[in-house]
């Protein structure tokens, strides 16, 4: 079964450091892999994503991940954090088992960023 | 313009009521999802819809009913609401199935059962 884990419920970090919120995954097969990014009272919104090709991948907002298969981890990061960077961020894999009908979410990451 | 948007934003109701979510995407996409996400900020998919046709349903108590008249409608009935119903409906949107294609999501219906 597909799957994902984001082993932090809470990231902290202070205005101007680089970030990292970490994901894991499990698949069978490639993987597809995305962030998304929730801030309060809104829905998600699509940050970047993985499917082949060079391991890092640049998305919306500065942000970037890391794919990195012999760890199975995809961990998203970001070189200088904002305040404005505070949101709720889910990693999630495409499930190729549904013929890709499936996308599962992970736990989710609250990211609060420190003036 | 709204690219998935998504009525009503809140709806409170009682315990054996019968309600509806009615979601609309502009962007020309195929398929359209519900999601629950519950007071833990979890997210778990419930249907997925590919040109109309039901692909997934992911054990959902049948008191909930998708209904698609178009690609770019999905509603979402529910019968006879109890207290654990009460969470955050997303309506979400895709180009398709294949994988590189992210969704973009509504922004949310959140139900209250009482």
């Known amino acids: 079964a597909q799957s994902v884990a984001q082993p932090e419920d809470q990231v902290n970090v202070a205005e101007g450091n680089p970030l990292t919120v970490k994901c894991t995954y499990s698949?069978?097969?490639?993987?597809?892999l995305f962030w998304y990014v929730q801030y309060p009272n809104r829905g998600l919104q699509f940050l970047l994503k993985y499917i082949t090709g060079d391991n890092l991948v640049k998305g919306s907002y500065g942000f970037e991940a890391e794919f990195n298969k012999s760890q199975t981890s995809f961990h998203l990061k970001k070189p200088s954090a904002l305040v404005s960077d505070s949101a709720l961020y889910f990693c999630?894999?495409?499930?190729?088992?549904?013929?890709?009908?499936?996308?599962?979410f992970g736990a989710g990451t609250r990211l609060f960023v420190k003036a | 313009d709204t690219a998935v948007s998504q009525t009503p934003k809140y709806l409170v109701t009682q315990m054996g009521n019968d309600k509806s979510i009615k979601c609309e995407q502009n962007?020309?996409?195929?398929?359209m999802y519900w999601y629950k996400q519950d007071s833990k900020k979890f997210l778990k998919i419930m249907f997925s819809?590919?040109?109309?046709?039901?692909?997934i349903n992911e054990t959902v108590p049948n008191r909930f009913s998708p209904k698609s008249p178009d690609k770019a409608h999905l509603n979402l009935h529910i019968n006879s609401l109890e207290l654990g119903d009460s969470a955050v409906y997303f309506c979400a949107s895709s180009q398709g199935p294949i994988e590189g294609y992210g969704y973009t999501f509504g922004s949310g219906t959140r139900l209250t059962v009482v």
């Open positions: 999630a894999v495409r499930d190729q088992s549904t013929g890709g009908f499936k996308t599962i």
């Open positions: 698949v069978s097969g490639n993987p597809y």
């Open positions: 819809y590919n040109n109309k046709e039901l692909i």
């Open positions: 962007l020309g996409h195929d398929t």
